[in-house]
């Protein structure tokens, strides 16, 4: 059994999303505050989009922020599947607008071409990460470390010390580049952010789990090197 996070739990979802919301920007704007600059890894999904709005909302220093996602599907950025698509929509917005954004997706045709120029993109970005906010999927993957992809490559994933990696998911759609476990540990802090009973009931037996290959996210889960607060509301 692993040592549990900080787990928090809301009655309802608005709720989470009001104090995680909060949270994040007061840490964005000490960073900017303590260092100049600041920096954000989200997820994509279904599950950030009303935080996505909230936190564009938000009064801080918006210019000295660096955002950029956990991971991407190998789609245009203008595809519904597009992670990019989904924070331009959602948290580069409003105040958030002048955020200094840079998506994971390039002009190669896969992410195995792609990955070396992604990581350059990167170079730049203020690290460790002030904040990364993950997401979970019911099958236990977490940015895209898919427990159905060749186990070579989520091998990969979870012991690179390179920032990007290519992953093709076995009954997912499209290739993805995702931050490699390495990259998203190299943080100040990660909030897991899920919602939902089933959710629940995943990260639990991730808990009681052994096997990183087969839930992914006890990768972030069973470590001492970052904090990770799990937000959870039903
Ligand atoms: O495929 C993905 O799914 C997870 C979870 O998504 P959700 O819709 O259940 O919130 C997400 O964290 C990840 O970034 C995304 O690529």
């Known amino acids: 059994m692993i040592k549990e996070s900080v787990f928090k739990s809301f009655d309802n979802k608005a709720a989470l999303e009001t104090q995680l919301a909060d949270r994040i920007a007061n840490q964005l704007q000490e960073a900017v505050d303590a260092r100049g600059k600041a920096s954000l890894v989200v997820s994509g999904g279904s599950t950030p989009l009303k935080l996505f709005e909230l936190l564009s909302k938000k009064a801080i220093d918006w210019n000295d922020v660096y955002i950029t996602l956990a991971d991407e599907r190998w789609v245009d950025n203008d595809h519904s599947d597009s992670n990019e698509r989904l924070v331009r929509n959602n948290l580069l917005q409003n105040r958030a607008a002048s955020a200094k954004f840079c998506g994971l997706k390039n002009m190669y045709s896969s992410p195995y ?27 236990g993957h977490t940015c895209s470390w898919f427990p159905c992809a060749d186990a070579k490559e989520l091998e990969h994933a979870l012991t690179s010390d390179d920032l990007c990696v290519a992953v093709t998911p076995g009954n997912a759609p499209h290739a993805r580049i995702s931050l490699s476990k390495a990259g998203i540990l190299a943080s100040r802090q990660i909030y897991l952010h899920i919602v939902g009973e089933q959710k629940l009931d995943v990260y639990r037996q991730a808990l009681a789990d052994n096997d990183s290959s087969e839930m992914p996210i006890r990768a972030v889960l069973d470590q001492h090197k970052t904090p990770v607060d799990v937000y959870w509301s039903a």
Do not use: A, S, W, Y
């Open 113 to 139: 071409e792609g990955q070396i120029m992604t990581t350059e993109q990167l170079t730049h970005f203020p690290k460790p990460f002030d904040v990364v906010v993950l997401g979970m999927g019911n099958d």
